[in-house]
Structure formats: C-alpha cells, structure tokens
C-alpha cells in the first residue's frame, strides 16, 4: 500500500520558520520525483517545490525562492520542506505528492496526473 504521510505543520507567527516531513513507503522511493503543494483558504492548489530523486533535479515556485528549502533521505525514504521567514501568504494545506520519473513538469502545473498525494499538513501563519 502505497503511502505519504505528512507532518510538521502548525501555528507560527510571520517571520518564522516550520520544517515539514513527508515519509514515504509501498513505492521504489529513488524512482520518483517528490514535492510539495499548497492551497489556501478559497483558492487553488499551487505547486511549491520538488526533488527528482532520479536526477536531483530541484523546482521551486517563485514564490518561495530563497525562503524555503528542499531536501531528500533516501534512507528514511522521506522528504523534508524547511520553511523560513513565513509570510501569511504562505497559510494552506501543504501536500506531499510523488510522480514516477524524474520530471518536474507536473509540480509547476498544479499537480496534473501525479501519481501519489498524501492527506496534507495545516500551517498557519498569523501575523
């Protein structure tokens, strides 16, 4: 059984820092590229950032550059999203999802035909 599980979302304020986890099994974990979306209150999902773990490849949205940070354990076969300097903007549901292959295309394009999603993880951002 194929699952991601997210963790680490919460109550910061503006200005600070969350670190999420998304711990992955039932799949070849080093054949995937693994990100992250969001969506916030009434609008749509967004595609935050990935790591292809065939090739390395990163995406980040312009959003997020320089403030949030990827990173992959293939040990633990879990990805992690360090997030710095939040902004109430960055309020949503975060989602891990996980896609075959080592393209990035579907995580800068709303997520269209990933293969796999987690249930997501809340953060909240007050300012």
């Known amino acids: 059984e194929v699952q991601l599980v997210e963790s680490g979302g919460g109550l910061v304020q503006v200005g600070g820092s969350l670190r999420l986890s998304c711990v992955t099994s039932?799949?070849?974990?080093?054949?995937?590229?693994i990100g992250w979306f969001r969506q916030a209150p009434g609008k749509g999902r967004e595609g935050v950032s990935c790591i292809s773990n065939v090739d390395g490849t990163m995406y980040y949205a312009d959003s997020v550059k320089g403030r949030f940070a990827m990173s992959s354990d293939n040990a633990k076969n879990t990805v992690y999203l360090q997030m710095n300097t939040l902004k109430s903007e960055d309020t949503g549901v975060y989602f891990c999802?996980?896609?075959?292959?080592?393209?990035?295309?579907?995580?800068?394009?709303?997520?269209?035909?990933?293969?796999?999603w987690g249930r997501g993880t809340l953060v909240t951002v007050s300012s």
């Open positions: 999802a996980a896609d075959y292959g080592g393209s990035t295309w579907a995580f800068s394009h709303s997520g269209i035909g990933l293969d796999y």
């Open positions: 039932g799949f070849t974990f080093d054949d995937y590229t």
